[in-house]
């Protein structure tokens, strides 16, 4: 998807020092991009660039150091109602004591007040993640890869309009990985979401994106915006087999490589005077 339209989303010089005992990190120098609606959205870079520091920022869950979110074009305060957020520990967002149906409920019980139509909502949803019937069951009588489908379900149940990702495949195998990837771009095509992931996986992002934002490293800036030319339809075989994806993704690699090898001078902690 191109951005000619309204941007729904827009980091603003985006700034994130932060204080520790050691003295002060500037994660995050200056970044600025947009998304547009419906867009997937992949931000990537070197270990340790701010990719997570920039995402809780955009959801309001980090406050900046300076720069601007903007939501709809307005200052985003706090997390937006529409955002749902799907992060990789999915044996720490779920809740053991509960089962599963009353953990994909719990984000909704102040949106549907109906507890039927509540549990409409999540017997759909749990099937739309491939665990029908699975609602009574605990978290801990599930494998990582059905744990993750049930956040991913919170996250669908809520019916977002914009959703974030941060690595949210990389606790699980390969196999179970390739699986979450399509459902998330099934569930996408349904949906009409926008979606943020920030993914280690240079793969992973060519793979699932429209575009793909390359930070530096920290403190990071945006190194480039690589638009990737594959058919909206991907398909795990066929689509990483296209040379459009072997050029994506050779050029975000060298991006990251470059950047790995040119450390930025204010990455080091500055001790507080
Ligand atoms: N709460 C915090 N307090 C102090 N420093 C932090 C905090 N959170 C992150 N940092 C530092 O900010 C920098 C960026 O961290 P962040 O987790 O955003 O990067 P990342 O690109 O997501 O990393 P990775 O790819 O390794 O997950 C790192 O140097 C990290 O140590």
Same mark, same amino acid.
């Not at 990582?144 to 977002?160: F, M, T, W």
């Not at 429209?210 to 991907?234: C, K, W, Y």
């Given at each position: 998807?191109?951005?000619?339209?309204?941007?729904?989303?827009?980091?603003?010089?985006?700034?994130? =020092?932060?204080?520790?005992?050691?003295?002060?990190?500037?994660?995050?120098?200056?970044?600025?991009?947009?998304?547009?609606? $419906?867009?997937?959205?992949?931000?990537?870079?070197?270990?340790?660039?701010?990719?997570?520091?920039?995402?809780?920022?955009?959801?309001?869950?980090?406050?900046?150091?300076?720069?601007? =979110?903007?939501?709809?074009?307005?200052?985003?305060?706090?997390?937006?109602?529409?955002?749902?957020?799907?992060?990789?520990?999915?044996?720490?967002?779920?809740?053991?004591?509960?089962?599963?149906?009353?953990?994909?409920?719990?984000?909704? =019980?102040?949106? =549907?007040?109906?507890?039927?139509?509540?549990?409409?909502?999540?017997?759909? %949803?749990?099937?739309?993640?491939?665990?029908?019937?699975? $609602?009574?069951?605990?978290?801990?009588?599930? +494998?990582?890869?059905?744990?993750?489908?049930?956040?991913?379900?919170?996250?669908?149940?809520?019916?977002?309009?914009?959703?974030?990702?941060?690595?949210?495949?990389?606790?699980?195998?390969?196999?179970?990985?390739?699986?979450?990837?399509?459902?998330?771009?099934?569930?996408?095509?349904?949906?009409?979401?926008?979606?943020?992931? %920030?993914?280690?996986? %240079? @793969?992973?992002?060519?793979?699932?994106? @429209?575009?793909?934002?390359?930070?530096?490293?920290?403190? +990071?800036? %945006?190194?480039?915006?690589?638009?990737?030319?594959?058919?909206?339809?991907?398909?795990?075989?066929?689509?990483? +087999?296209?040379?459009?994806?072997?050029?994506?993704?050779?050029?975000?690699?060298?991006?990251?490589?470059? +950047?790995?090898?040119?450390?930025?001078?204010?990455?080091?902690?500055?001790?507080?005077?």
């Amino acid at each position: 998807m191109r951005s000619s339209t309204t941007p729904i989303l827009e980091a603003r010089h985006l700034r994130k =020092v932060y204080s520790s005992a050691g003295g002060e990190i500037t994660a995050v120098g200056d970044v600025n991009f947009s998304v547009a609606p $419906g867009e997937l959205l992949a931000i990537v870079g070197p270990s340790g660039a701010g990719k997570s520091t920039v995402l809780r920022m955009l959801t309001g869950l980090l406050a900046a150091t300076g720069g601007q =979110v903007l939501y709809r074009g307005h200052p985003v305060e706090g997390t937006p109602l529409d955002f749902a957020l799907v992060f990789q520990d999915y044996a720490r967002s779920l809740f053991p004591w509960f089962n599963i149906e009353k953990n994909v409920q719990l984000p909704l =019980v102040n949106k =549907v007040r109906d507890a039927t139509e509540r549990q409409r909502i999540t017997e759909r %949803v749990l099937a739309q993640v491939g665990l029908p019937g699975m $609602g009574r069951k605990r978290p801990t009588e599930l +494998s990582g890869g059905q744990q993750q489908r049930v956040a991913i379900a919170r996250a669908l149940a809520y019916a977002p309009t914009v959703l974030i990702m941060d690595e949210p495949f990389a606790s699980v195998d390969a196999q179970t990985r390739a699986e979450l990837e399509d459902l998330v771009l099934t569930l996408r095509a349904q949906s009409g979401a926008t979606v943020l992931l %920030v993914t280690h996986d %240079v @793969d992973e992002a060519v793979y699932m994106a @429209d575009r793909v934002i390359v930070l530096s490293r920290a403190p +990071s800036v %945006v190194l480039d915006s690589v638009t990737i030319e594959l058919p909206r339809e991907r398909d795990q075989i066929n689509t990483k +087999s296209l040379p459009a994806f072997a050029l994506a993704r050779a050029r975000i690699l060298s991006l990251i490589q470059q +950047s790995s090898r040119h450390p930025a001078t204010d990455t080091l902690a500055t001790p507080k005077p």
